[in-house]
């Protein structure tokens, strides 16, 4: 199984500023599905793009899906070109999106983002609101199934708020 901690204590210590987003955001909410790979929105201001593309090449991360022999200069001004990355690194798949889909990108989802912990990480998660918007947004099956999971802790957490536990 996956673990997101190495890569994350990776971002952290170069100081990458982004907020969970993705399979792992929704499993910290409640959800039960499995991922396989760690989701984030990064900010797109100069100095976070060189921290990230200094964090991703210490993770080696390279392009999945992409034949070895195409070049890629893993750098700020490649991650300032384009939006949606998907990476395989040494502890498993990262994707970094810049603007994921359902959202205004890492200012929006900053607002309503909440600190969560994740072993002794202390780690900004996309709001369960902001994680149901983008996986309708995506409109892949699988998202599909996931937002009526989120919808119904959505609920319980709406219940149990108003219940006063």
Request: proline share 5%.
């Amino acid at each position: 199984m996956f673990d997101p901690i190495p890569p994350l204590e990776v971002l952290l210590k170069h100081k990458v500023r982004f907020v969970l987003i993705g399979g792992f955001a929704g499993r910290l909410w409640g959800s039960n599905s499995i991922t396989d790979d760690l989701d984030i929105c990064y900010a797109r201001d100069d100095k976070n793009l060189e921290a990230l593309a200094s964090a991703l090449r210490e993770l080696k991360a390279r392009l999945r899906g992409a034949p070895p022999d195409v070049p890629f200069i893993l750098d700020a001004k490649t991650l300032k070109a384009g939006d949606h990355f998907t990476f395989v690194t040494k502890f498993g798949s990262v994707d970094c999106l810049g603007t994921p889909q359902g959202s205004g990108g890492f200012p929006d989802l900053m607002r309503g983002a909440k600190e969560m912990l994740i072993g002794s990480l202390r780690i900004s998660v996309a709001s369960l609101e902001d994680v149901i918007q983008m996986k309708r947004a995506a409109g892949r099956p699988k998202d599909l199934v996931e937002v009526e999971v989120l919808a119904a802790l959505r609920e319980e957490i709406e219940r149990q708020r108003r219940d006063g536990r």
